[in-house]
């Protein structure tokens, strides 16, 4: 079956960086790209890009495009997302998904980056 | 930036029927926005329903329905139960990125 496992919380200063791992099974995952959206305490969600399971397009949101990087390590499954210059506002729950070039499926459970002083 | 509307609440009784819709602030939404639609509760991840418009997941249930309606794309739900109160969120594919609606908040009363 198809599975996303995500990394735990993290808790970080404003200015700092962050990385979040999804750990992907069940698939082949270079036939599929992964999408990253976010959701802040009690708002909607947000896409904030989509980058090729083998690791060579990528497709950033506007919002996103300069302090937000993904990539992908077919050896290990793993889609990873990084964040850099970490506001307050970049508090949210972070997601993978599995995008199928019409459509996103399946999600990894969600993981919490909190930036607090 | 492209904005994508939905309805901010709705309320459905329960076996009654809603319809959610999502719209584009560019213009009528067709096929080619290629629709998904997405069921929300609290604490969780969001769920896939429906994509490509009208196509169903094999896990779908199948009081849930997607079309495109007026300009817009359509989710409806025939026959309410109490575990569909949710948000539901559309995601349209235009410009060449993903954008989501603002979201729904489905009440069954």
């Known amino acids: 079956q198809v599975q996303l496992v995500q990394s735990g919380g993290e808790v970080k200063k404003p200015g700092a960086s962050v990385k979040v791992s999804c750990k992907a099974s069940g698939y082949t995952f270079s036939s599929y790209g992964i999408s990253w959206v976010r959701q802040a305490p009690g708002q909607g969600l947000e896409w904030m890009g989509w980058i090729s399971g083998d690791n060579v397009n990528t497709n950033y949101a506007q919002n996103f495009q300069g302090r937000f990087t993904m990539t992908t390590d077919t050896s290990t499954t793993t889609a990873y997302m990084e964040l850099r210059s970490l506001r307050s506002d970049d508090t949210a729950v972070y997601y993978c998904?599995?995008?199928?070039?019409?459509?996103?499926?399946?999600w990894g459970q969600g993981t919490l980056v909190t930036v607090s002083s | 930036q492209t904005v994508v509307t939905q309805e901010p609440s709705l309320t459905v009784s329960p076996g009654g029927t809603v319809t959610l819709t999502c719209a584009s602030s560019t213009g009528a939404v067709t096929s080619g926005y290629y629709p998904n639609w997405f069921q929300q509760k609290p604490g969780q991840a969001p769920r896939a329903l429906i994509y490509?418009?009208?196509r169903k997941h094999s896990w779908t249930p199948a009081r849930f329905s997607g079309s495109l309606l007026g300009g817009k794309a359509a989710l409806a739900l025939s026959g309410a139960q109490p575990e569909d109160e949710a948000e539901y969120y559309c995601?349209?594919?235009?410009?060449?990125?993903?954008?989501f609606g603002g979201g729904t908040k489905l009440t069954v009363l």
């Open positions: 490509t418009t009208g």
């Open positions: 998904a599995r995008d199928e070039a019409f459509g996103v499926d399946y």
């Open positions: 995601l349209l594919y235009q410009g060449g990125a993903w954008v």
